[in-house]
């Protein structure tokens, strides 16, 4: 039996919108960018599902509490991640290295929060992805659309959120632990650099593959073996919508495997979950899990 996992890089404009099709055979993981005809298990979706609770509350007449570091323009998911994140050992690793070897790959930081996790109502996109989500949810009453969208929210149906930057992170960060040794700095440099343009990002998406690839090991859920297969890889690797299309699909691999680390794991009350929504990264080892 195959199962297959789609993952959307969400965009307004068609030429920034990417797909990605992830089977599954039990024994690799193949990627495609061609619709096999075949319905997802689980879909996810590189784009903000919800809103601060801090607007939310405005929108609804209310006087939200203390809304202090950008409590209205971002999701408290969104500060959160950024804190979780930048207590990644990788990141610890990257700051070891003297500033001038820093200076020298043109790259100062390895994860920028600000920057990396940007404020939810700073990204125009994000209406026209309700409106494709509530027509996914189908017929049915607003309140029952409604409904729909917080289970998505909470990533407890067959659509959830995605970040593929921060999930690629978690990648590193499991293969850095598991394998013992920081990644050497060069590749940090370029994995950092993946979404950048020209041959600079190619190379940081290449080099992110072949790690994925090569270190699947490293990643994967405990006990669970695949190979990665990527017979397209040239779109994969010059186009970085489609790279991020698939990390989203491997993100919904990754939630149906149980090996994210999901709202409940974050600590964060399912009331604010169902507003503001949750992006999903694998579970870490080391001092951040």
């Known amino acids: 039996m195959t199962d297959v996992f789609l993952g959307i890089d969400f965009a307004n404009i068609e030429a920034h919108h990417g797909q990605c099709w992830l089977t599954d055979d ?24 919800g809103t601060s ?3 939310a509350g405005l929108l609804r007449g209310e006087l939200p509490g203390d809304n202090g570091d950008d409590g209205f323009k971002t999701r408290f998911t969104e500060r959160l991640m950024r804190q979780h ?11 070891a290295h003297d500033t001038k070897v820093r200076k020298a790959l043109e790259r100062v930081s390895f994860f920028n ?4 996790v940007q404020a939810t109502l700073g990204l125009v996109i994000v209406p026209a ?20 969208l917080a289970t998505a929210r909470r990533s407890e149906g067959p659509v959830l959120e995605a970040h593929p930057r921060l999930f690629l992170y978690s990648m ?6 598991r394998g013992g040794a920081p990644i050497p700095v060069e590749d940090m440099a370029a994995i ?37 297969d990527v017979p397209d890889l040239t779109t994969m690797l010059t186009v970085d919508h489609a790279f991020d299309a698939w990390l989203a699909a491997l993100t919904a691999w990754a939630h149906h495997h149980r090996d994210t680390w999901t709202w409940q794991d974050a600590g964060l009350p399912h009331e604010a979950v169902d507003v503001e929504g949750h992006m999903l990264i694998l579970r870490t080892t080391g001092k951040v899990s």
């Open 85 to 95: 994140v930048a207590a990644f050992t990788i990141n610890a690793d990257w700051k």
């Open 26 to 49: 039990g024994a690799v993981l193949r990627a495609a960018f061609a619709d096999p005809r075949q319905e997802p298990v689980m879909t996810a979706v590189d784009c903000p599902f």
């Open 113 to 116: 929060g600000g920057a990396h």
């Open 172 to 177: 590193m960060e499991r293969i850095r632990h």
């Open 129 to 148: 992805m309700l409106d494709w989500l509530m027509r996914r949810l189908g017929g049915g009453s607003g309140a029952e659309r409604l409904a729909g």
């Open 192 to 228: 950092a650099g993946y979404k950048d343009k020209g041959a600079d990002g190619e190379q940081g998406r290449k080099t992110a593959y072949d790690l994925i690839a090569s270190k699947a090991a490293g990643w994967l859920p405990v006990g669970v073996t695949r190979q990665i």
């Open 53 to 55: 609770t801090g607007f």
